[in-house]
C-alpha cells in the first residue's frame, strides 16, 4: 500500500536549519504532485511547499528560508528549511496526491499523508 514516511525533525535553536526528508513507498511517480504541511497546536494545517511536474512553489510566507526538492529515483521529497524561527515549531507532513494547479495549497486535495515529523525551534 501507499506508505509516506517523514524523518529529520527535531529540536534546533533560533537561526539553525534543518532538513526533512519524505520516502515514499512505490514510484514516486505515481504521485504528480508531493508537498510539506505543517501544523502547530490549535493552528489549521498550513501549507508549506509543494513539488509538481517538474516545477516547485513555496508558501509566500517562507520563500527565502525554506526550498523544496524531490528526488525521484530516491523516492524522496525534502524540504530545506534555514534560519528557523520559533514560529516554525509545529508537525510537519509529508502529503502526494494529484491536486489540480490551483489548488495545491488545499490540504484537502490530498490523499495520502504521512504520519509526521516534529520541528521545534527554540528561542
Known amino acids: 500500500q501507499v506508505q509516506l514516511v517523514e524523518s529529520g525533525g527535531g529540536l534546533v535553536q533560533a537561526g539553525g536549519s534543518l532538513r526533512l526528508s519524505c520516502g515514499v513507498s512505490?514510484?514516486?511517480?505515481?504521485?504528480?504532485?508531493m508537498a510539506w504541511f505543517r501544523q502547530a497546536p490549535g493552528e489549521e494545517r498550513q501549507f508549506v511547499a509543494a513539488?509538481?511536474?517538474?516545477?516547485?512553489y513555496v508558501a509566500d510566507s517562507l520563500r527565502g528560508r525554506f526550498t523544496i526538492s524531490r528526488d525521484n529515483a530516491k523516492n524522496t521529497m525534502y524540504l530545506q528549511m534555514n534560519s528557523l524561527k520559533p514560529e516554525d515549531t509545529a508537525v510537519y507532513y509529508c502529503?502526494?496526491?494529484?491536486?489540480?494547479?490551483?489548488?495545491?495549497?488545499?490540504?484537502?486535495?490530498?490523499?495520502?499523508w504521512g504520519q509526521g515529523t516534529q520541528v521545534t525551534v527554540s528561542s
Open positions: 513539488a509538481r511536474l517538474g516545477h516547485t
Open positions: 512505490g514510484r514516486a511517480s505515481r504521485f504528480p504532485t
Open positions: 502529503a502526494a496526491g494529484s491536486p489540480i494547479l490551483s489548488s495545491l495549497s488545499d490540504s484537502s486535495m490530498y490523499n495520502n
